[in-house]
């Protein structure tokens, strides 16, 4: 079947740190890839997202490549800043299976 | 325009008690869905409707009932609530490509 796994959290960095978030999946065929933020106290928003192997998606300094070969599409951010403190949570969506599959969410802290 | 709202935010059950969430999105999409948030298990699909007057079952229908009311409206219903569906519930409208979910604030619950 269809699944995401994402890398344990807490997150823990200091400010201007690099951030990777590691993200891998299971699925057959070509799934489209994601991204998503969730701030404390919200609903989930689309990050960024890859719909094709070596895609790369970006968005607010993330970035995400979709490698086919290693099925996984790893979070980057060259310099963390505190206001990036949030969940984030990978996912895909398959052809043929118009349902989002999400990991457990990794949570980010950011410390100044 | 306010996307997708949900009501309440927060909501104490006691066992057995039953109640509605409701979500609406303004947006006009066709699909809306159900998801459940608990700690280390990422989201779960509840049940989710493709469009008005359909509804189907997600991974984890057990316990839950929906009513597709129109095209803007979509509850969920615990008819006798347990404590294992203490979560964080939430709403979310796709436009036609399903990646690019939109999701409510969230509903708080708590059965005691």
């Known amino acids: 079947g269809n699944s995401v796994t994402q890398m344990e959290g807490p997150v823990t960095l200091s400010e201007e740190a690099f951030l990777t978030i590691n993200c891998t999946y299971t699925a057959t065929g070509y799934p489209s890839l994601f991204w998503y933020v969730q701030y404390p106290g919200e609903g989930l928003q689309l990050l960024l997202k890859?719909?094709?192997?070596?895609d790369k998606g970006s968005n607010k300094g993330f970035e995400a490549t979709y490698r086919k070969e290693t099925t996984s599409f790893h979070l980057e951010k060259g310099s963390v800043q505190v206001s990036d403190s949030a969940v984030y949570f990978c996912?895909?969506?398959?052809?043929?299976?118009?349902?989002?599959?999400f990991g457990t969410g990794t949570r980010l802290l950011v410390s100044p | 325009n306010a996307g997708v709202t949900q009501t309440p935010k927060f909501q104490v059950l006691k066992t057995g008690q039953s109640m509605t969430l409701q979500c609406a999105q303004d947006?006009?999409?066709?699909?809306m869905y159900w998801y459940r948030q608990d700690p280390g298990m990422g989201l779960r699909l509840i049940y989710y409707s493709a469009s008005e007057g359909t509804t189907d079952k997600g991974e984890v229908p057990n316990g839950y009932n929906v009513s597709r009311l129109n095209k803007r409206e979509f509850s969920l219903r615990l008819e006798s609530a347990a404590p294992s569906q203490t979560s964080v519930y939430f709403c979310a409208s796709p436009p036609g490509n399903l990646e690019t979910q939109y999701f409510g604030p969230g509903t708080r619950l708590l059965v005691l």
């Open positions: 890859a719909t094709k192997a070596d």
């Open positions: 947006m006009n999409h066709n699909s």
């Open positions: 996912a895909l969506v398959n052809t043929g299976f118009q349902k989002l599959v």
